[in-house]
């Protein structure tokens, strides 16, 4: 039996500048440092569970995920489930299964925290971001209109789920 070269690994905070350097390479949107190491606040009113791995080709890393749970306990606007924030892969290591890899990760957080739904939202000309996530079972919920700030993208951008 051959050994997969997709390994995924735990974000540190010695590794956050590796996973803001793939997000920045990969997306047209530019997150700040500290929506990166917002993750691993100690700030009580902060608290939020974050689900994150860098995925790695051989020894090389060359994607990540982000993603936090949504508990809504009050019934407001946001439905429960689980948020993918980033799911990136380098551009020459796409079609080899790591963005697979890394959405099994997401979907096993999902289970093991007793969700039934991942959301994500995509660039509106991100056809290939789109075409990839309809062909893991996520449908198209809604469009929203200047969603994106500061990108060199569409500002709109389209809410995809998949409910399990």
Request: net charge positive.
């Amino acid at each position: 039996m051959t050994r997969s070269p997709i390994n995924l690994d735990n974000v540190y905070e010695n590794n956050l500048g590796t996973f803001k350097k793939i997000s920045d390479t990969v997306l047209p949107v530019s997150y700040p440092e500290k929506f990166f190491s917002d993750q691993f606040s100690t700030d009580a009113k902060q608290k939020e569970l974050y689900f994150s791995k860098l995925a790695y080709f051989g020894e090389v890393a060359v994607g990540g995920v982000r993603a936090k749970l949504i508990a809504n306990k009050s019934k407001g606007v946001k439905a429960a489930g689980v948020y993918i924030e980033i799911l990136v892969v380098l551009e020459p290591y796409r079609s080899k299964g790591i963005g697979s890899k890394l959405l099994e990760y997401v979907i096993d957080e999902c289970k093991n925290h007793f969700q039934h739904q991942i959301f994500v939202h995509v660039a509106t000309n991100n056809s290939e971001g789109l075409k990839w996530y309809e062909t893991k079972g996520f449908v198209k919920q809604e469009e929203l209109k200047d969603y994106y700030k500061d990108t060199r993208g569409s500002p709109d951008a389209v809410v995809l789920c998949l409910t399990m």
